[in-house]
């Protein structure tokens, strides 16, 4: 009997062993990353992956090639004889941009309109249009409408995951028949979201720039605006002096408090990248302060020399640019002081800020057709000065002093050509720390004046005026090839 | 009880005396191999019924035996003997294995006892007298040399570092190439955890040396897909099924056997050093300086160090040497087992201490096994065994920059390195020549790894036989183990230097249930043919889980607690769960014993692939065929052929979670300037997410690869060669790789199934036995592998990378990767510049060499062919047996050797060293032509050209000749145990890696620094292998 009975009990084992398996399967839902964050979360990371994309490795870059450091070792000696190629950038390009800040303010945006938090949305679009445009400057024509989109891979299939590159000029100017918001749009469209309601908001610690000041963020979508107009005015004077225009009737930056940076801290792992490479790492070794750079404040006289560069050794160790001989001792090297860098890492690591607004509309006020009169340009000159020493933290008396005895070096005179020429050279000083924007103006203007540098090679022996496509790009991406050579001029570089 | 047996004697030898033509004969048989007494043995007197069977101790006796008859011992799996009794009253017959048995059975897959000549693919045995007592704890490495088609390579001399194992090449771009481990039946973890960058951590085990070679019974490698089919997505690299000692065979009694080895390990394959220059560089002192390019000893008398010390300047021969101690290896066990082979109870104790050569490292294991089989009187019959492992590894860091390996190989050799003091008492700093590094003492004293595991694992079978001809079994198996590590780095240490705490938990967990109904219908549709059925279903459940509190800088002296921490941001827990449902039945049929056909099917459901579309199946089909029998060809020179295909596919499939696209958190940066969220401002700790860099797959299948195999198996001389012979193919294709993407579409790799790459080999097996006198025998057992890997193809799209790294810790610029048209593995790195004729290309106005050209492929680890050979004598109770292996080709990609070269220490650079050198090479004249170099420049120019650490010049051809294992056992003549309890003792001495041959390497090429995974070749800074000797005993009851 028993024995007859157990003969069906492999069957019935098999029968219950069969049913219930698609619960009992039910469990590749990862317990380890979340499948989806906060726009909270999002925006710090975003703004501190914008921050090292100005502030890593290119800015290293363009502290050599823009003559305020001197390479020793390392890359930066090489980018001091102007060579560059694709092997350069790529952690800024897929770890700091694409997969990086930008990726995460395109998801904030997603998740800010989910949410209805548009606050959210509006500070992503005006870092997304921020962050595109310090793509597009560095590289020139960019993935950027079809950019992004890798989750929508299912639907849209290849295209999205080898994006097309748009032209500068339709990034910066749209181009509806090919479906690209121009970036004036993008940031026009994130200063509206602002004024929306928004259930959740941008914080005192999410947002690392404004701390959930969004009139602040307003002010830096206009003030962006006007960068942007700016940064094409010689190719499209007229479309610039309406953006502007459009700015200047809003609100915008007119204080060093509204300034646009990204704001770190004081232990290690929360370091601002700036403070980090020029004082701390063992890259810190692989520059020191260029000669020119020290001879050009000195030959103004200009107080924030002192403030911004060190003298372990008493006096400014300094090497000109391309030198090829022996090398001091590291121990003496003057370096960028924590007075730019930001004391203890905290920052902040400045994106955009009051000076260059000042610096932006004179140069504006000569050049294009703006509501503001020429005549105000030598006072925004003045203005974009005094920001810069406030900002260095020289006391106003003192800047009161030096414009009394400096009155040439702060009062516009000359040719149209040549007030542009005082006016960029001062933002130059001004951009001390943000190199790549001073390259952007150079590349744009030709100034600040620059001789090329010693045992120059790169291509031609001429400063890079672009960086070069990755190589993992250009491996993975058919439509990064040809890729253009640093010597090809960008859409906005005329002449 | 003795004096009923003397008696007992007395009146059998009464008898004897009585009936003068007849007496009682008693006897002992041994394992001709290892001494160990046969129980079951049976013993026929030939030509009569008369007959019996041997004790647990070997032992029989006979009654009424004449002088004239002769015994017949026969036993499965050894040879029968014949043997005349003549007028001895007591005799010891060793019965010899019988490698070359016709009728010699395996375990196959799911635990399936099966006649090895009716498989259709090729199995191979190694028998635990193989493994145990050998001078080596871990398994793996014992079988080394020892099978065919196998590579095995250890990953360093450091007690308890991982071993690799490979069975017919890589099959899987990124998933594991480790064999299944399945220990009694229960799938057995073999991982290797790592706590710590790979790169630049200290070495953990694979935890395969949680088995005591001593618990081993035998094991059995299936090799192809089609013999491990039954074992699912998990068996595609093979599966080793290893069978501990269990009460098998019992016959009524008790069985002890006792086993004890000591060992000692010494530092084995340091490079031959140069004692004529030291330190400094061109030609002067430097105090400062890891070069040996300083001035000739007998030029100065003293030099002041960094310290400031005045000490003479003289050569310190064993500088490096004395850094290392002798280690130690003692092994005990105790395996006891009783009742009958249906009714008994095993319980297994073992002890493994071991003490590194390196200070301050040690690997402890104790075991305590617990089984035993019970057959009911309603014919249920259950069985069941559970083990517990307790598994301690005490270690030190390796790898470059940093670590007392890293630094071993930049010892300048008038440096009295073990001389003088290297710790500051009152600071706890390194003193050292270096500054800014630490002393190879002092790491080991500061920088420590330990790893506490306790281990369980076992299973429990209900087994009924219905009728003759169908029974049923349910088997439960477990297996978990908690491993409890922490990583203490005090502050100052090169890599922490505000020092750092990990916590480090991991947990590995995995049930299955195995239902499976077997079948068997003799005569089948016609006569002769038999049909033996299996329909199996699995339930598989696996967790793992990871805890680490990384704590960093530590604020209060040698408190080695989280608690002394300030920085704990980058604590981390990793959780996976993953479940299996598998369905498999299998179909042999078997004409005559000649000609077998099996097939196989599975289908598994995998909780890690799309719901909709988790099931795949996988089928494999083997044929063998027995011309011997088939057309009795049978001859004294051919005794046996067999002939056997097969073809399999199986599935793997995915890890879990890749169907899901995830946030991480973020962090920015690398060593030189990073920041990790949460980052701690002014106003707070902020957290910080980004979608995750890899983009789920919208659909996903299993990898599948394909095999095919065919192979001969031969008898000749009656058997006394015989020969196996298998050629495989297999191509994998679907792998599940994350494949690079453009970044701009704001990732950096999607999931997919993409790639194509196969495998071909040869593997041949010899076993003959060249001599054979009566009391005499040699043995010779040959193994030769041959596997060539090719990737064809990584994915298939345009713009799809034609390269890429394997996935795990690496160097930029020394890519261990996977690239189209080359075997799996070879590394990619800066090879030096050469013209069309591939003569070196020489700067002309320095006379180096020209600068490299990176992403170039530099490196093959993969071996051009293994073998092995392993000798036996025995002459009477005695034995003695050696196995020399070679790997041929391949390359090591050594950090350690561009060291030792490139600083002047090593032998090489001594010579001729006030000579000008001329780098072999040409100069290009600007017209396309070439003139050979002329241009002399200095040895330290000269061995520094030849190579640094990201280039071709770290490269050398890994051959290598190795004496790996000798064993010699001699057991006690078995009538000096006759009245006592002692059943048989054999004394033994063992040894391994005594010696090695490395024609084109200064060191022992086997070593991976990284451990055992999917990256190998590579001295990153690694601990040198050991050479271990000792004595053992082994004592049965």
């Known amino acids: 009997m028993t024995t007859r009975l157990l003969k069906y009990i492999p069957i019935v084992l098999l029968a219950v062993a069969t049913t219930s398996c698609k619960k009992y399967l039910d469990v590749n839902d990862t317990p380890n990353n979340p499948l989806e964050v906060q726009p909270a979360q999002l925006l710090a990371s975003g703004l501190s992956g914008a921050a090292f994309a100005a502030a890593g490795d290119m800015n290293r870059f363009g502290q050599v090639i823009m003559d305020y450091h001197t390479g020793t070792a390392g890359s930066p000696s090489t980018w001091d004889i102007y060579n560059t190629n694709g092997a350069d950038f790529g952690n800024q390009w897929r770890l700091d941009l694409y997969d990086g800040s930008l990726i995460a303010f395109k998801d904030m945006i997603r998740r800010g309109d989910e949410l209805?938090?548009?606050?959210?949305?509006?500070?992503?679009?005006?870092?997304?249009?921020?962050?595109?445009?310090?793509?597009?400057?560095?590289?020139?024509?960019?993935?950027?409408?079809?950019?992004?989109?890798?989750?929508?891979?299912?639907?849209?299939?290849?295209?999205?995951?080898?994006?097309?590159?748009?032209?500068?000029?339709?990034?910066?100017?749209?181009?509806?028949?090919?479906?690209?918001?121009?970036?004036?749009?993008?940031?026009?469209?994130?200063?509206?979201?602002?004024?929306?309601?928004?259930?959740?908001?941008?914080?005192?610690?999410?947002?690392?720039?404004?701390?959930?000041?969004?009139?602040?963020?307003?002010?830096?979508?206009?003030?962006?605006?006007?960068?942007?107009?700016?940064?094409?005015?010689?190719?499209?004077?007229?479309?610039?002096?309406?953006?502007?225009?459009?700015?200047?009737?809003?609100?915008?930056?007119?204080?060093?408090?509204?300034?646009?940076?990204?704001?770190?801290?004081n232990v290690v792992g929360s370091q601002s990248p700036l403070f980090y490479l020029i004082n701390v790492s063992s890259f810190r070794d692989e520059m020191l302060v260029s000669t020119r750079y020290v001879t050009r404040l000195q030959a103004l006289n200009d107080p924030r020399l002192d403030r911004w560069v060190t003298k372990p050794s008493g006096n400014f160790v300094t090497l000109d640019n391309g030198y090829r001989g022996t090398i001091p001792t590291n121990t003496t090297f003057s370096r960028l002081s924590t007075v730019i860098t930001g004391l203890d890492g905290v920052g902040p690591v400045r994106l955009l800020t009051n000076a260059q607004r000042a610096f932006i509309l004179a140069e504006a006020a000569l050049t294009l057709d703006i509501s503001i009169p020429d005549a105000n340009a030598d006072a925004l000159y003045k203005e974009g000065i005094r920001a810069s020493m406030q900002d260095a933290g020289v006391e106003n008396t003192a800047i009161d002093a030096y414009f009394a005895a400096n009155a040439a070096v702060v009062t516009l005179s000359g040719t149209v050509a040549q007030q542009v020429e005082q006016i960029i050279t001062q933002k130059y000083i001004a951009l001390t720390g943000n190199p790549l924007e001073a390259w952007n103006d150079y590349r744009r203007t030709g100034y600040p004046v620059m001789a090329e540098h010693q045992n120059a090679v790169g291509i031609d022996g001429k400063r890079p005026v672009r960086a070069q496509y990755i190589d993992q790009e250009v491996a993975r991406n058919p439509n990064f090839s040809p890729a253009p050579l640093p010597n090809v001029k960008v859409w906005w570089d005329v002449d | 009880m003795k004096k009923a047996l003397l008696l007992w004697l007395f009146v059998a030898m009464g008898v004897v005396h009585a009936l003068a033509q007849t007496r009682s004969l008693s006897g002992k048989i041994l394992d001709a191999k290892d001494g160990t007494p046969l129980p079951g043995v049976t013993i026929k007197i030939k030509g009569t019924n008369t007959g019996t069977v041997s004790t647990p101790n070997g032992s029989f006796k006979l009654d009424a035996v004449e002088n004239s008859a002769t015994l017949i011992i026969s036993f499965v799996g050894y040879e029968a003997q014949e043997i005349g009794v003549g007028n001895s009253s007591s005799i010891t017959i060793q019965l010899k294995p019988d490698t070359k048995s016709l009728q010699e059975v395996v375990v196959t897959a799911q635990g399936i006892i099966r006649d090895k000549r009716s498989l259709g693919y090729a199995t191979e045995t190694v028998s635990g007298a193989d493994l145990s007592q050998k001078s080596e704890p871990n398994v793996l490495n014992s079988l080394a040399g020892k099978v065919a088609g196998v590579n095995i390579s250890s990953s360093s001399g450091a007690p308890g570092a991982s071993t690799n194992i490979n069975i017919r090449g890589i099959t899987s771009f990124s998933g594991s190439n480790q064999p299944l481990i399945v220990v009694d039946g229960v799938i057995f973890s073999n991982d290797v955890d790592n706590t710590?960058?790979?790169?630049?951590?200290?070495?953990?085990?694979?935890?395969?040396?949680?088995?005591?070679?001593?618990?081993?019974?035998?094991?059995?490698?299936?090799?192809?897909?089609?013999?491990?089919?039954?074992?699912?997505?998990?068996?595609?690299?093979?599966?080793?099924?290893?069978?501990?000692?269990?009460?098998?065979?019992?016959?009524?009694?008790?069985?002890?056997?006792?086993?004890?080895?000591?060992?000692?390990?010494?530092?084995?394959?340091?490079?031959?050093?140069?004692?004529?220059?030291?330190?400094?560089?061109?030609?002067?002192?430097?105090?400062?300086?890891?070069?040996?390019?300083?001035?000739?000893?007998?030029?100065?008398?003293?030099?002041?160090?960094?310290?400031?010390?005045?000490?003479?300047?003289?050569?310190?021969?064993?500088?490096?040497?004395?850094?290392?101690?002798?280690?130690?290896?003692?092994?005990?066990?105790?395996?006891?087992?009783?009742?009958?082979?249906?009714?008994?109870?095993?319980?297994?104790?073992?002890?493994?201490?071991?003490?590194?050569?390196?200070?301050?490292?040690?690997?402890?294991?104790?075991?305590?096994?617990?089984?035993?089989?019970?057959?009911?009187?309603?014919?249920?019959?259950?069985?069941?065994?559970?083990?517990?492992?307790?598994?301690?590894?005490?270690?030190?860091?390796?790898?470059?920059?940093?670590?007392?390996?890293?630094?071993?190989?930049?010892?300048?050799?008038?440096?009295?390195?073990?001389?003088?003091?290297?710790?500051?008492?009152?600071?706890?700093?390194?003193?050292?020549?270096?500054?800014?590094?630490?002393?190879?003492?002092?790491?080991?004293?500061?920088?420590?790894?330990?790893?506490?595991?306790?281990?369980?694992?076992?299973?429990?079978?209900?087994?009924?036989?219905?009728?003759?001809?169908?029974?049923?079994?349910?088997?439960?198996?477990?297996?978990?183990?908690?491993?409890?590590?922490?990583?203490?780095?005090?502050?100052?240490?090169?890599?922490?230097?505000?020092?750092?705490?990990?916590?480090?938990?991991?947990?590995?967990?995995?049930?299955?249930?195995?239902?499976?109904?077997?079948?068997?219908?003799?005569?089948?549709?016609?006569?002769?043919?038999?049909?033996?059925?299996?329909?199996?279903?699995?339930?598989?459940?696996?967790?793992?889980?990871?805890?680490?509190?990384?704590?960093?800088?530590?604020?209060?002296?040698?408190?080695?607690?989280?608690?002394?921490?300030?920085?704990?941001?980058?604590?981390?827990?990793?959780?996976?769960?993953?479940?299996?449902?598998?369905?498999?039945?299998?179909?042999?049929?078997?004409?005559?014993?000649?000609?077998?056909?099996?097939?196989?099917?599975?289908?598994?459901?995998?909780?890690?692939?799309?719901?909709?579309?988790?099931?795949?199946?996988?089928?494999?089909?083997a044929l063998s065929f027995v011309p011997t029998d088939a057309f009795k060809l049978k001859s004294d020179v051919l005794s046996y052929l067999k002939l056997r295909v097969n073809a399999a596919r199986v599935g793997r499939d995915a890890d879990p979670y890749l169907l899901n696209n995830t946030y991480t958190k973020s962090s920015y940066g690398n060593n030189t300037a990073s920041i990790t969220f949460p980052i701690s401002t002014t106003g707070g700790f902020v957290p910080g997410f980004d979608p995750s860099n890899r983009l789920a797959p919208d659909k996903l299948t299993p990898e599948f690869t394909y095999s095919y195999e065919g192979g001969i198996n031969v008898g000749l001389f009656k058997s006394r060669v015989s020969i196996d012979a298998t050629y495989f193919y297999t191509r994998s294709v679907n792998q599940i790789f994350n494949l690079s993407i453009s970044n701009s579409s704001g990732f950096d790799t999607r999931t997919a199934n993409v790639g194509l790459m196969t495998n071909k080999g040869i593997e041949l097996l010899v076993n003959a036995t060249p001599l054979q006198f009566r009391d005499f025998s040699w043995d010779v057992s040959i193994n030769y592998t041959r596997i060539r890997n090719m990737v064809h193809r990584i994915g298939d799209n345009v713009g799809d990378i034609k390269n890429t790294a394997i996935t795990g810790d690496g160097f930029i610029g020394i890519q261990p990767s996977i690239a189209e048209g080359y075997a799996y593995g070879v590394i990619i790195g800066t090879k030096n510049a050469r013209n069309d004729a591939g003569q070196l290309l020489i700067n002309p106005t320095t006379g180096l060499l020209v600068p490299g050209i990176a992403g170039e492929v530099i490196s093959d680890p993969n071996p051009d062919w293994i073998a092995g050979i392993t000798n036996t004598f025995r002459y009477k109770n005695f034995s003695l047996s050696f196995l020399i292996d070679t790997k041929q080709g391949g390359d090591i990609y050594s950090f350690s050797m561009a060291d030792v070269r490139g600083n002047g220490s090593l032998a090489i650079t001594a010579a001729d060293r006030d000579q000008p050198r001329i780098l072999p090479g040409v100069i290009a004249t600007g017209d396309g032509k070439y003139v050979p170099n002329n241009i002399q420049i200095s040895a330290q120019s000269y061995w520094a050209a030849l190579g640094g650490l990201a280039s071709e010049g770290a490269v050398f051809d890994a051959t290598v000749y190795r004496l790996r294992e000798i064993s010699m056992y001699y057991t006690l003549p078995s009538r000096w145990f006759l009245n006592s309890a002692i059943g048989s003792v054999s004394l033994g001495a063992s040894a391994r890696n005594l010696f090695f041959y490395a024609p084109h390497y200064p060191a022992d090429p086997e070593t991976n620094t990284q451990g055992a995974g999917n990256i190998q070749g590579m001295d990153l800074n690694g601990a040198p292998a050991t050479r271990n000797f000792g004595a053992n005993l082994r004592v049965t009851f």
């Open chain 1, 116 to 265: 209805d938090s548009k606050a959210y949305s509006g500070v992503g679009k005006i870092m997304l249009g921020y962050t595109f445009a310090f793509t597009t400057d560095i590289w020139g024509d960019i993935p950027y409408s079809q950019a992004l989109k890798g989750r929508d891979y299912p639907t849209e299939g290849n295209s999205v995951l080898q994006p097309r590159l748009d032209k500068q000029e339709d990034i910066y100017k749209g181009n509806a028949g090919l479906g690209i918001q121009s970036l004036f749009d993008l940031v026009r469209e994130g200063i509206a979201d602002l004024d929306a309601t928004s259930a959740l908001k941008p914080g005192t610690k999410d947002d690392l720039i404004y701390g959930g000041n969004l009139a602040n963020w307003k002010k830096a979508g206009y003030t962006l605006l006007m960068k942007l107009a700016l940064q094409i005015s010689k190719r499209e004077p007229a479309l610039a002096a309406t953006v502007i225009n459009e700015a200047l009737a809003a609100d915008y930056i007119k204080s060093n408090t509204e300034n646009m940076g990204v704001k770190f801290g």
């Open chain 2, 196 to 621: 710590q960058n790979t790169l630049f951590g200290t070495q953990p085990s694979n935890r395969l040396a949680d088995i005591a070679p001593e618990s081993i019974e035998s094991v059995n490698l299936l090799k192809g897909p089609a013999a491990a089919a039954l074992y699912g997505s998990r068996a595609s690299a093979g599966a080793i099924l290893i069978t501990t000692k269990s009460g098998k065979g019992l016959t009524g009694k008790t069985e002890v056997t006792v086993t004890s080895s000591m060992n000692f390990s010494q530092v084995s394959g340091l490079p031959e050093f140069q004692n004529e220059y030291g330190q400094g560089a061109n030609n002067d002192y430097v105090a400062n300086s890891s070069n040996s390019w300083g001035p000739a000893f007998g030029s100065l008398d003293s030099i002041t160090t960094t310290q400031g010390t005045r000490v003479p300047y003289k050569a310190y021969p064993n500088n490096v040497k004395d850094f290392f101690q002798t280690g130690r290896i003692i092994q005990n066990g105790v395996n006891l087992s009783s009742g009958t082979a249906d009714n008994n109870i095993t319980l297994g104790l073992s002890s493994t201490l071991q003490k590194g050569i390196i200070p301050e490292t040690e690997f402890n294991r104790h075991s305590v096994q617990l089984g035993g089989n019970r057959k009911f009187q309603n014919g249920i019959k259950v069985s069941s065994s559970v083990t517990y492992v307790r598994s301690n590894q005490l270690g030190i860091p390796q790898g470059n920059g940093g670590s007392a390996f890293g630094l071993l190989t930049r010892i300048p050799r008038s440096y009295d390195l073990m001389g003088q003091p290297f710790e500051d008492p009152i600071t706890g700093r390194s003193i050292f020549y270096n500054t800014t590094q630490n002393h190879p003492m002092w790491s080991v004293f500061n920088e420590q790894f330990t790893s506490k595991l306790n281990r369980v694992f076992g299973y429990f079978t209900l087994s009924y036989d219905f009728t003759k001809w169908l029974s049923a079994s349910y088997r439960v198996t477990g297996d978990m183990y908690n491993d409890r590590r922490k990583f203490v780095a005090q502050p100052t240490s090169a890599r922490n230097p505000e020092g750092q705490i990990l916590e480090d938990q991991f947990y590995r967990g995995e049930f299955n249930g195995d239902l499976n109904i077997r079948a068997f219908k003799k005569d089948l549709f016609t006569p002769g043919l038999e049909l033996t059925a299996l329909l199996g279903q699995n339930i598989n459940h696996r967790d793992f889980q990871n805890a680490t509190i990384n704590a960093q800088s530590l604020t209060v002296p040698n408190f080695e607690n989280v608690a002394g921490a300030l920085v704990f941001s980058t604590s981390t827990e990793t959780s996976n769960r993953r479940r299996l449902l598998g369905y498999y039945g299998q179909l042999s049929f078997n004409y005559k014993s000649y000609l077998f056909l099996e097939l196989t099917g599975r289908m598994d459901q995998s909780s890690t692939l799309p719901k909709d579309n988790n099931k795949y199946f996988y089928p494999s089909a």
